[in-house]
């Protein structure tokens, strides 16, 4: 049996990313509630609720990588990465429910249109486009390769187009005096963020149940390892995430001579670490098995 282990991953660079993340939206949280007493918005107030939401998930994502860099146990054979994972999963349903409370407000609106201060919510909104836009920047890069970071900045990318959803209507309003447009926009806005929303949802579930990790092609892994020099076959192939950065395989190995193990080995390692696998568990037999089920073991 051939085990391929690594250290715990680095996260300094995105904790330092999340901690100023929390502060600055934190600060953007407590200058929107201040206003909204102010002016008396309900709609300020609502707002700085929601954005306290999100600096909850951003509080979270830190959370998992700290719980991530854990090391292992006995209880906890991968240490804690798995929270990773389902923290990516709280944090789509927590947009959901986002959206489902502002299609609620804006149908609430429709029936009930409140007067609004135009030009105070345009110019705090504002102020939210730029902190909520510069929090979205600083987790662009990470979202790429991290479905949990993928969350937060997600979070963050909706909460811009909210900002500048108020903006408009607050501009409208303060020009028309059309309160309509209010909840008109906010239903747009709901759309975009429930459609973003989806594939996030639809991969934190996957990975949740052990699925195929995303950019991960079974038949690919397959076929690259099929043709290596000296693999006759590879079968009882699995694949899972074990964060959201770091995916692990284990297989079966046929090769013609169990004295080429140690060099097929390294190659079938390269190869895995090429496609996304950062973690595997190979077993490998030889032609002449006759153990039922290819259960042979070296």
């Known amino acids: 049996m051939s085990h391929h282990h690594h250290h715990i991953p680095k996260t300094g660079g995105k904790e330092g990313i999340l901690i100023l993340s929390i502060v600055l939206n934190l600060l ?18 609502s707002d700085a609720g929601h954005n306290l ?23 906890f054979t991968y240490g804690y990465r798995k929270s990773t994972v389902l923290i990516s999963l709280l944090n789509a349903i927590v947009l959901l429910i986002a959206v489902g409370a502002i299609v609620i407000e804006s149908i609430h609106k429709f029936y009930s249109p409140a007067a609004v201060n135009g030009e105070a919510v345009s110019w705090t909104a504002a102020v939210g486009i730029v902190i909520n836009g510069l929090t979205a920047l600083l987790l662009m890069r990470g979202q790429k390769t991290d479905i949990n970071v993928r969350g937060a900045f997600l979070h963050m990318a909706a909460d811009t187009l909210v900002s500048l959803g108020v903006v408009v209507s607050g501009v409208i309003i303060t020009l028309t005096g059309w309160n309509l447009i209010d909840p008109i926009v906010s239903l747009i806005i709901a759309i975009v963020i429930l459609i973003s929303t989806w594939g996030l949802l639809s991969a934190s579930l996957r990975l949740s149940m052990d699925g195929m990790p995303e950019g991960i092609d079974l038949h690919d892994i397959e076929t690259k390892m099929r043709s290596l020099p000296h693999v006759v076959d590879v079968h009882h192939i699995h694949v899972w995430a074990i964060s959201t950065t770091e995916n692990a395989l284990t297989a079966h190995i046929v090769v013609e001579d169990l004295s080429l193990m140690e060099q097929t080995k ?24 006759v153990c039922p089920n290819h259960d042979c073991e070296q």
């Open 53 to 75: 939401s999100d600096v909850f998930s951003l509080v979270m994502v830190l959370v998992a990588l700290k719980l991530s860099a854990i090391h292992a146990n006995h209880r």
């Open 28 to 45: 953007f949280v407590a200058v929107e509630a201040a206003v909204g007493l102010l002016e008396n918005s309900l709609s300020l107030l």
């Open 266 to 289: 390294q190659q079938l390692k390269e190869s895995l670490w090429k496609t996304g696998i950062s973690h595997s568990t190979l077993e490998f037999e030889t032609t002449e098995c």
